[in-house]
């Protein structure tokens, strides 16, 4: 039998929950260490998008003209903070050697293993119970101009023809939008359909998440700031107080997100950085709710109905400041959205939310032991795909606490390129 742990989940945001989910559904012992609150950080602001399609690494051939543009423009979905530049050197560098096609080509390689397991291990939380209601399948996937859609959707058959996901829709112009999708506005010409996308309403998804986390029997320590790891599988936390506290266990999953890389530098690990990238969503009122989440690629937005409610999902923003909500940049996104979406009443925007994404320069998360230390596991740096990614991911972390090769459905993972340390 496997042997049971009392596991340490650090951090209670998509990635700890869905660890301590599986890990308890496993029969270990879990405690959850949340600096604020179950379900902070970026867990439930996000567009709800669990995507195969769309699982890669961020950079492109895009990127470096995407930096120029957030560096030196206040309208950039991209934004980027000039006083932050020393600091996010090293991260901007990997994050443009990362857009060149090898080892952009490895990123999708190293990711692509995970696509087929992911839909089926949501699938297996929502047989448990847990709410993957208020959205659907398939995603509207729109541009203004043609040669950007056609772009997205050459990479799109492509990564259907290697075996990756499901081909999109053929490429589609003019009234038969209307007829789709009579929500958005003349400006947008161009779209075609990617079936197989999944869409949920990540608020009621997180809340229920918690509730079966709870109900599972973990343990949940709030308002304590992991400062560092301690020896062996412990750590050691600040409590609201200030007061200095030390949490032992058998195991350490730190899922600490974009502060994961504090967490690891000041208990002397080097490992691959994980820095804040923000993004930015509302809910607006709107005469005409679309059908269907609709993604544009151009305007850099995503437009998601959700239990009756309309949400925009936007931005990214580098300032080193993960916590501070800029409304600048919500302006921004409502001008990119007022674009997309019609009769919308973008002065009513209510549930404005900030979230911290955690981001690698290479766009792969930092997902295995630490080396030297095998009783600490980082589960972290999911970039833009924590939804899509957190139930496997849960499960590969309870795979590496039981001491097992990760593996779903008879396929084992290669973790190699996600190591803590590359």
Known sequence: MTKR?????????LIGLCS????????HRVTIIERDHLGAGAATGNAGELTPQMVAPLASTNTARDIVAGLFSTRSYLSISPGKLPRLAGFGMGFLASSLPKLRARGDAALAQFLPHMLPSLEAMADDG??????????????????????AHALYADRAARGWAQAPGEPMSGDALRRAEPALT??????FLLPGEFSLDPVTFVASLIERVLALGANVVTDATVEQLGSGASVVAIDERGTRRIITGDRVVLAA????????????IRSAGVVAGKGYSFT???RTMPRTLVHSMDLHCVAIPMHGRLRIVGMMEFDG?????????LDVLASFASRLIDDADWSARTDEWMGPRPMTADGLPLLGPV????????????????????????????????????????????LAPFAVRR
């Not at 301590?20 to 029969?27: C, D, M, Q, S």
């Not at 847990?130 to 772009?151: I, N, R, Y």
Request: proline share 4%.
């Open 321 to 329: 400041r993960p916590e501070q909500r800029n409304r600048d940049r």
């Open 186 to 191: 003349d400006e947008t010409e161009y779209w």
């Open 5 to 13: 742990h009392h596991v340490l989940v650090v951090g209670g945001g």
């Open 284 to 286: 607006v009122p709107v």
């Open 20 to 27: 301590a989910y599986w890990l308890l559904r496993e029969g």
């Open 257 to 268: 997100g974009a502060w994961t890389s504090r967490v690891l530098r000041r208990s002397g």
């Open 130 to 151: 847990v709410d993957t209601s208020g959205g659907g399948h398939g995603f509207l996937m729109t541009a203004q101009d043609e040669p950007t859609l056609l772009a």
């Open 371 to 414: 080396e030297g230390r095998r009783e600490v596991i980082v589960a972290s740096g999911h970039n833009m795909h924590g939804l899509s990614l957190g139930p496997l991911t849960g499960r590969i972390v309870t795979d590496l606490v039981s001491g097992s090769q990760p593996a779903a459905d008879g396929w084992a993972f290669d």
